[in-house]
Structures are given as C-alpha cells and as structure tokens.
C-alpha cells in the first residue's frame, strides 16, 4: 500500500497531484490489518481507502454471529480460511472512521447486483474497484469520464415565492451533455492511437516497449467495447434552497429524487437516439441486461424509452455518476454534489482605525490595536438576501446574533454540513442511487461529539437503504481540512531560552536535486528524530554528480588533519559496498556555505519547516545566482513538509481565506482551490 500511495504521490502535474483508491474486501483474513492501515496518519498519504462489506458480513452483524474469511476470497476451495466474531471487526471499522473519517465503506454486493456493465461480466466488464472518490465503479482497463451540470443554475426566480424548476432545458441540457460525453470518448481514443503510434516510433527494442503497448492497447479496447459515461450534477444544496426547500427535509428529499429519475430517463434517452445515428456499443445485448434492477426501473418509469433502446441499442454502456466535484463547486460558486451547503457564513476578524467612519469595533488587543469581526457569506446565500431586501454589505457587520436571525428566516437554516439530520441525508443518499447506475460519492457531517455509535447507525442505515458507498467525517478528527473554528483572543507569549539537540556523529540523511540558475545542484539534509537538522549543498559535478543517482545515506561527523570538524556523505551502493564522499562543505563558495550554516541553526533550534521556508523565501540576496540557490533550497525544504501541514497566519492571496495548507510541496488553499508550486 506504501509502494502505490508513494507512487501516486510522485505524479503531479501544475499543483495537482496523482489520486488512487485502495480497496479490500472484509472477507479477506487480512481486513483487520487493511482497516487499520491508517491509523497513523503518515502512511498511505497518497491513496483513499475502502473496505469492501458484503451482505453476508453485515447480516452476521445484526445477527452477532461470526463470519467465516479466507483467501483467495472468490476461491471455491480457498487456501487460508478464518472464523471472526463479525461484530468485533465492524467496531473496528466504526471507531476508524470516528477517529480519521476512513476508511471509508463501499457495499460491494450492492455494487455488483446494481451494476449495468456487470452484466457483461463475461466479456471483461467484472466491477473489481473505484475510482478515486469511489463514484464510478471500474472493470480493469476503463476510464472515470466525468461531467458535472449546475442544478442550481435551472432555477428559475430564484429565493422569490415564483420560483421553480425548468425541467424542459434541463432535459434539452441533459441530452446535450451525454452528447458531448459521448465525443470525449471519440478524443480520448484519439489520444490513445497517438500515444501507440508514438510507441511504435520509439527507437528502444520491442520487448521493451511491449508492456507499455499492451497496456494502452487494453484501455482502447474497454473504451470502444463500453464508452462509459459519467454525467453527475453539482449544487443540489443551493437548487433546493432556491426553491424554498429545506435539504434533508421529506419534500425536498422528494423533490430530490425526482429530479435524478428525470436525469436518468433523459440521459438515457439522449445515448438511445446516439445510438440510432452512431451506432451502439459493441457488447450490448438487451437479453443480458433484462433482470438488472437498474434496467428494471427505468423500464418502470419510461416504458416507450426502454422499448427503443432494446431496439437500437444504446451508446453507452453506463452512463450517471455523482462526484464530489469541490473545484467545481468552486468554479460555480454552489454548494458541491448531492452535498448541503458545508458552512452560511464564516467569520473572520480585520484590523481597523478606530478613527475610520462605519467601522464597528469588537476588539481590542492588549498593544491597544483595534478590530472588527465581520462575515463572509456562502454565495447563493448573499443572493437570497439580495431578493429578499437585506443590504449584504450592511448584513456582513452584523453581530453573530442578528446574523442568526436573519439565517433562521432562509431556507438554508438547519441544512448546512452539521446541521442536517444524518438519517434523513443517508436516505436521500439511498432513494437518489436508485437512478444512478454508477456510484455516488458522499460525506456525512457530524460534530466533533459525535459519538462511534452514532458513525456505526450510519453505516448500518445507508446499507439498509441501498447505498453503495459512504464515508462519515466528523469534525475535526483529520487536519488539513475545513473545520469550525470560535474566535480566540491572541495569548501573551513568553520568550524562552532554547537549545538545540546535541547532534549525533551519524544522522540518516535525504539527498534532492534543485537548480541554480542554469546548473543541477544538490542538497543533502540530514534528519534529527523525524526533523530536518541541517543542509549541505553543491554543484551536481566532479564527486557530487553521483549524489545525483541517490536518495537518501547518512551524514557523518569526523575531526579532520586540521582539528576542524568535516562532513563526509556515506551511502550503500547497488553491490552493497559502503561508498563515502568526504567533505561537503568543502566545494562551496564561502557565501553560500555561511547562508547553509544559517539555515541549519534555524533548523537545529527547531523552528517549523513551514517557517524555515518562509525565512529562506524572504532572504535578501543582491546577487542573482544566490537568489536562484535560495529558491532551489526552499524548494528543497517545502517537500519535506507533510502533506496536511497548515501555515500559521497565512491567509489565501485568492480568497483570503486561512485555508492553506501543504501538499507535495505545493501551498493549496482548501476554500478555493488556489495553489502554488515554484
């Protein structure tokens, strides 16, 4: 699990990195390990897990009987075979996801029997795991193509007592879409030969090539065999709110349902009449499909439509899906998914001069600095004030109060992220997956003294239900993400003497490259207890080019002829001879070497990575070849940061949010999604 999540750790590309999902099923002997693998929230960084639940395992819950594992875990005659107390490993999956919101469950039986490809099981199209948010259940080889439409945008008058929903260009849209879906298909394909003719171009030997060439060959064929689509929507929260509609109450939750029954008809409808003009996917056969509970629903619902599609077939061979789509909400301004909106408003605090005209104060420091508390409002949010006579300026200075007042008078009083009953949400959740033939992706909100109980009915309730997958977060339990957060008044600070760790004569040590100017340097830092402790760095040339070709050695401390200590590099060569480079300290320009020396006191004494940063970042270097050398060793020191770290008293330069946060080395903003790499 290491190897994989490490591995998608390293693919990034403009700030964004890799995504995978890892998951197993309960029914193997070794899902008590799985289930735990994250518990120390440094492993596994890179991936999301899930556990696979069967129907068997959950009925042995509720009965408290114990369930019988083995592996292989499909096997007739399996290898290893185990007795469990069922209810045993299912608390330690609750308490999990009450601890760390994972691993997150996918109810695999309910998977399988719902799925339309699975139908053509035989034929290569078996279901074995998802994708990365757990939305589109995958048959290996196969892509997640996703697309999103803004349900919010359909209302028409929206927050007066006129509003409503418009169905016919919701419908003109839909078909739109699964269109435009369909011709992403045809570019993907496009960019497949592209890539084989490539690889028939490259000058290395056959065998060489021929892993590569199998691999794009499987994906093009499971592209042309199904064509599978991903329409979903996005801001369900602010469509219902806009129509005066709680989210989670019964006529919004129907109001809910119906809208998706409506995008699965027209969805379908629109890859029928595809498949009269372009012809349908090349497995379909109306015979396999006929007993699929999916199929038999929409059947019900439209009986003309389905008479069609056994007729002519269809283009796709699944076609809806439900994401999370967060920098799409962003985009758009909504609330994200099938989601509530998460927060109405978000107070934060700004230094004013109390000599300003309209300023409110409602603070003041002990330096006598004053400050005014003022909010920040979700956007759909500012419209229905808008619409409904409040001056949202004016609404922003408000107290916390007078704010509630007025939020208990809209239709997004009790339906934010903490507010909405869990059983109504996970019902919504069960009641609209019967209209999508994939998977949806779902986070339930509860507070922070939730308790696992609680997290256990959940689960419990959304099998019951018919959903096919969940995840519970309660706030607060994972760092790195948006939390509720009270106001707090600065505390004193007291100044206190530090020293640093005796340094060890050997430390274990990371090597990274960076570039300085137009030269590859390196940069050795060695590790204290988990901790950057100091930094030697040189040209990539003469006995420091092969620092080029290694990760990670040891940093050792010796006297040299001349009394002075001296910093040799030791490291395991791939014969597994001890290989040492002497000195090196020795090869530096004396300026640089003393900027290195400054660096690593900061480090010694202490200081946050994420604070050695900033202060390397805002050194003042005249000369332009120790700028570049000061913005590779940043570079250098931003990737050891955790993935998760949050910067003290930094706000977003995008939406001034304090949402930033770390990740591959890369500064992100969790409110807005802005990010920075250099």
């Known amino acids: 699990m290491e190897r994989y999540s490490n591995s998608t750790r390293e693919v990034a590309q403009d700030g964004r990195r890799g995504a995978l999902m890892l998951t197993l099923s309960i029914k193997h002997p070794d899902s008590h390990l799985f289930i735990d693998a994250k518990k120390d929230l440094t492993k596994v960084t890179g991936a999301n897990i899930s556990i696979k639940i069967l129907d068997d395992f959950m009925q042995a819950v509720v009965d408290g009987q114990e369930y019988k594992q083995q592996f292989p875990v499909d096997a007739a005659y399996p290898a290893v075979e185990k007795t469990i107390d069922a209810n045993s490993l299912w608390k330690k999956i609750v308490h999990n996801a009450w601890a760390s919101a994972e691993p997150g469950i996918l109810f695999w039986d309910t998977v399988i029997r719902e799925s339309v490809p699975d139908c053509y099981s035989d034929q290569g199209f078996k279901t074995v795991s998802t994708n990365p948010c757990g939305e589109i ?4 080889y196969d892509s997640c193509r996703l697309l999103a439409i803004n349900l919010y945008s359909y209302v028409e008058d929206q927050f007066s007592a006129n509003a409503y929903f418009n169905m016919d260009l919701f419908r003109e849209h839909v078909s739109m879409a699964q269109r435009m879906m369909d011709n992403i298909i045809d570019l993907e394909l496009e960019k497949i030969d592209q890539i084989l003719i490539k690889l028939a171009d490259d000058p290395e030997a056959t065998i060489t090539r021929q892993t590569e060439v ?7 064929e499971k592209c042309i065999q199904g064509r599978r689509t991903g329409i979903g929507i996005t801001g369900e929260g602010d469509m219902l709110a806009a129509l005066g509609l709680q989210y989670g109450s019964i006529a919004g939750n129907e109001f809910s349902v119906n ?4 995008l699965a008809i027209a969805t379908y ?4 009449q595809m498949a ?22 929409l059947a019900e619902a439209d009986p003309e439509l389905y008479q069609s599609m056994r007729r002519y077939g269809r283009r796709n061979i699944a076609l809806l899906t439900i994401a999370p789509t967060g920098s799409t909400s962003i985009l758009t301004q909504t609330s994200s998914g099938l989601e509530p909106v998460f927060r109405v408003s978000y107070q934060r605090r700004r230094k004013v001069n109390p000599n300003d005209r309209n300023v409110n104060i409602t603070f003041t420091d002990e330096v006598g600095d004053s400050w005014e508390d003022y909010h920040v409002f979700h956007h759909a949010f500012e419209k229905w004030l808008d619409v409904n006579g409040y001056d949202v300026e004016t609404t922003k200075h408000l107290a916390e109060k007078e704010l509630q007042e007025i939020i208990v008078k809209s239709p997004y009083n009790k339906a934010t992220a903490n507010d909405v009953d869990w059983l109504a949400k996970v019902e919504l959740q069960g009641a609209v997956q019967k209209w999508v ?3 949806i992706s779902v986070t339930v909100n509860v507070p922070n003294d939730a308790n696992e109980e609680l997290i256990g009915n959940i689960y419990m309730r959304a099998w019951q239900s018919g959903c096919k997958g969940i995840t519970v977060y309660r706030d607060g339990s994972r760092t790195g993400v948006l939390i509720s957060k009270e106001e707090s008044k600065p505390e004193q600070v007291e100044f206190k003497n530090h020293h640093s760790p005796k340094r060890p004569e050997s430390l274990d040590a990371k090597v990274l490259s960076f570039m300085n100017e137009k030269e590859k340097w390196v940069a050795v830092v060695g590790i204290f207890q988990g901790q950057p402790y100091e930094i030697f760095t040189g040209k990539a040339d003469d006995s420091f080019s092969i620092l080029t070709q290694v990760s990670e050695g040891k940093v050792i401390k010796r006297k040299g002829d001349d009394g002075r200590n001296r910093y040799d590099f030791q490291y395991q060569d791939k014969a597994g001879f001890k290989v040492s480079i002497e000195g090196l300290s020795r090869s530096f320009n004396p300026e640089y070497w003393n900027y290195a020396k400054l660096i690593s006191g900061i480090l010694r004494h202490g200081m946050p990575l994420e604070d050695v940063v900033d202060t390397v970042e805002n050194l003042n270097m005249s000369d ?6 000061k913005n590779g060793v940043a570079r250098v020191l931003r990737k050891l940061i955790p993935d998760g770290v949050i910067p003290s008293n930094k706000a977003c330069p ?4 304090e949402a930033l946060v770390y990740q591959e080395g890369c500064l992100s903003c969790k409110s807005c999604g802005y990010s920075k790499c250099n």
């Open 654 to 657: 995008s939406c001034a949010e």
């Open 137 to 140: 259940p995958l048959c290996p």
């Open 214 to 220: 199998q691999l794009w060959e499987k994906i093009k």
């Open 259 to 262: 809208i998706h029954k409506e």
């Open 624 to 629: 332009e070849n120790l700028n570049t050398w």
């Open 437 to 439: 033939d994939h998977s």
């Open 276 to 297: 009269k003009e372009r012809g349908a996917f090349p497995l379909y056969r109306p015979e396999k499909e006929e007993k699929n509970p999916f199929i038999q629903r």
């Open 269 to 272: 409808r629109g890859s029928v």
